[in-house]
């Protein structure tokens, strides 16, 4: 069975002279285990796509399946259930919540989404801390680390509670070239050692000659797909 599973997912925003088509007739299946680029220049649909496969937003129409749920059938409450305990997401701006330490960016989040024990929730953060290379700095807060730095706690947070799936909303965006690599090669690395599934999207062409697959989207449709 696939990770993702979309099939003529349509998505508008607005209404009449308003209307925006941001998704037009999506199809798309993601096996487990896969590294998948979403290529397309701004507005091409990529933060829609995101959000869609992974419950954060409802399509207009169509069936978005997440390991095996339904997700159209799935209420609020169920939606966050799935994406806290299956989903890790990773943004542009890092989304760090800045008067909270490194360290505790990563544990709050395992503490507050109930899975976890203190102890256990201690460990994790420690450890996925250790394994984006900021196990050092787990006392700074996010004012006093760099672009790359922080990018690598908001990297941190979703993995600490080992989800299935990882989506990443332009993750080098903010970031200077030699940086935005050296990330990018930190998320194909932990797909290779721990086969999660990761989607990441970009507006560059870095990730281009690298991803095992490479989706392209323009004005809302997919336009080429490496592996077909
Ligand atoms: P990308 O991530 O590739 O930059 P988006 O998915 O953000 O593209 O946007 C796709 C299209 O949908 C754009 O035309 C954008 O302006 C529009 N759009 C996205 N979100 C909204 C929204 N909440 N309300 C209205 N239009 C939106
Ligand atoms: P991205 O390029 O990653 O989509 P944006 O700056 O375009 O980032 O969008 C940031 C947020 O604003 C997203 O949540 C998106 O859905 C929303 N958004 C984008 N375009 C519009 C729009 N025209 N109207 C309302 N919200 C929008």
Redesign the pocket.
């Known amino acids: 069975l696939p990770a993702i599973l979309l099939m003529n997912i349509y998505k508008s925003?607005g209404l009449g002279e308003n209307k925006?088509d941001a998704l037009k007739n999506i199809n798309l299946e993601i096996a487990k285990g896969e590294f998948l680029a979403l290529c397309g220049p701004?507005?091409s649909g990529?933060?829609?796509l995101l959000?869609i496969l992974s419950g954060i937003?409802k399509p207009s129409a169509g069936t978005a399946i997440f390991l095996d749920k339904a997700l159209n059938d799935l209420n609020e409450n169920q939606l966050s259930v799935v994406r806290s305990r299956h989903l890790g997401f990773i943004f542009?701006f890092f989304n760090l919540i800045p008067v909270l330490s490194a360290f505790d960016n990563v544990y709050y989040p395992l503490i507050l989404n109930g899975n976890y024990n203190k102890k256990t929730a201690k460990q994790q953060a420690l450890h996925y801390l250790e394994s984006v290379g900021i196990g050092a700095l787990g006392e700074r807060k996010p004012g006093q680390l760099s672009g790359g730095q922080q990018q690598r706690v908001a990297i941190a947070r979703a993995l600490a509670h080992e989800p299935q799936v990882v989506v990443a909303?332009?993750p080098t965006?903010n970031l200077d070239l030699a940086t935005g690599e050296a990330i990018l090669d930190l998320l194909m690395k932990i797909n290779e050692e721990t086969k999660t599934t990761f989607i990441v999207?970009t507006?560059s062409t870095q990730l281009k000659d690298r991803a095992r697959r490479v989706i392209e989207i323009k004005d809302g449709e997919i336009i080429y797909d490496s592996v077909q």
């Open positions: 925003y925006v701004s507005g990529k933060s829609t959000n937003d542009q909303d332009e965006g999207s507006h």
